[in-house]
């Protein structure tokens, strides 16, 4: 079992949508992040969280530490947050090490 | 201000060869990490650099290397190409070291090796 899972992995809807994109994590970490990768490759660091909720613009990133969970939410979805959204936790043992989830595909039809 | 900048944007090498990967972090930012990213395996992390010092490692073999210069500049080093190496490798600077410093990725060098 992966120590960062995402859900779903795979992800359609249409424009104006609330999207919701969880994280589960099995181990203790310092901070979570939430990346967003296009097409090509680049990749966007949207959120870093170790407690609450931060919001920016449509984006609204959450963390439940006693649950070690967090979710990534989009509000008023549009084509162009089309991407795949990524979830990586900073563990507080081993050395700080970063692991990643596999990652959520969004696709936002028109 | 200028972003980070990886070099080169692509590769191709022979199995065998070996290569090494630059990455400019931000003016200012002092931590560089490195990761790696396949259809298979996902973002995994390489390591960590912090003041020219490796401070975190993932588990990667003794080919992949990393350093960091005196103006946090960092390279890392794949020697004994093999095909599974073939990945994009992404960096990424942050201000400093630890959970509240955020991190702003290159754009990734992409590796074929054949």
């Known amino acids: 079992k992966n120590e960062v899972e995402q859900s779903p992995q795979n992800l359609t809807a249409q424009e104006g949508e609330f999207i919701t994109i969880n994280c589960s994590y099995s181990?203790?970490?310092?901070?979570l992040h939430w990346l967003q990768q296009h097409p090509g490759g680049g990749i966007v660091s949207l959120f870093m969280?170790?407690?609450g909720k931060k919001k920016h613009g449509r984006l609204i990133a959450t963390i439940n530490i006693q649950e070690k969970h967090s979710s990534l939410h989009i509000t008023a979805s549009h084509p162009r947050d089309s991407a795949v959204y990524i979830c990586a936790v900073r563990q507080n043992t081993n050395a700080g090490k970063s692991t990643f989830g596999d990652g959520t595909t969004l696709t936002v039809k028109p | 201000k200028a972003g980070v900048t990886q070099t080169p944007r692509y590769l191709i090498k022979t199995r065998g060869q070996q290569v090494t990967l630059s990455c400019s972090p931000i003016s200012g930012h002092r931590s560089v990490s490195w990761y790696q990213q396949t259809p298979g395996q996902g973002l995994q992390f390489l390591f960590e650099?912090?003041?020219?010092?490796?401070?975190n490692k993932g588990n990667f073999p003794g080919r992949f290397s990393g350093r960091q210069f005196s103006n946090s500049r960092s390279e890392m080093n794949v020697s004994t190409l093999e095909l599974g190496d073939s990945a994009l490798y992404l960096c990424?600077?942050?201000?400093?070291?630890?959970?509240?410093?955020?991190?702003?990725f290159g754009s990734g060098t992409r590796l074929t090796v054949v």
């Open positions: 181990v203790g970490i310092s901070a």
């Open positions: 990424a600077s942050s201000l400093s070291q630890g959970e509240g410093y955020g991190y702003t």
């Open positions: 969280l170790s407690s």
């Open positions: 650099y912090f003041s020219e010092t490796q401070r």
